[in-house]
């Protein structure tokens, strides 16, 4: 079975920098991924999507991570990179992985489904 495996996080004083990385990982092979996206929840607020990429390469941004972050794909490798720079302490928040739609094959048969999440990273942003 495929699962999304985030790392990366960790913590960091104001204006550092840290990478995120998620691999779409496990037992199966021929995996295929729409939109890769990261997105980031604090505690008591509402998931909010941070950056995605499609498999094309096609970004996207919220307002407030513009210029700072940077997403990429490896489709070759089933990895998508978050590099988080002049971090602020607004960006704390536990940073989650997800693709929009997800197939792979598996012991002869094939496997798809919607909204994939990894399990999250934290990510402090310290005065």
């Known amino acids: 079975q495929v699962q999304l495996v985030e790392s990366g996080g960790g913590l960091v004083q104001a204006g550092g920098s840290l990478r995120l990385t998620c691999v779409a990982s496990?037992?199966?092979?021929?995996?295929?991924?729409?939109?890769l996206g990261w997105y980031r929840q604090v505690s008591g607020k509402a998931r909010e999507l941070v950056a995605s990429?499609?498999?094309?390469?096609?970004?996207y941004y919220a307002d407030s991570v513009k210029g700072r972050f940077a997403i990429s794909r490896d489709n070759t490798k089933n990895t998508v990179l978050l590099q988080m720079n002049s971090l602020k302490q607004e960006d704390t928040a536990v940073y989650y992985c997800?693709?929009?739609?997800?197939?792979?094959?598996?012991?002869?048969?094939?496997?798809?489904?919607?909204?994939?999440w990894g399990a999250g990273t934290l990510v402090t942003v310290s005065s």
């Open positions: 997800n693709a929009d739609h997800l197939s792979y094959y598996y012991g002869g048969s094939r496997f798809e489904g919607m909204d994939f």
């Open positions: 496990g037992g199966g092979s021929r995996i295929f991924i729409n939109t």
């Open positions: 990429v499609t498999r094309g390469g096609t970004t």
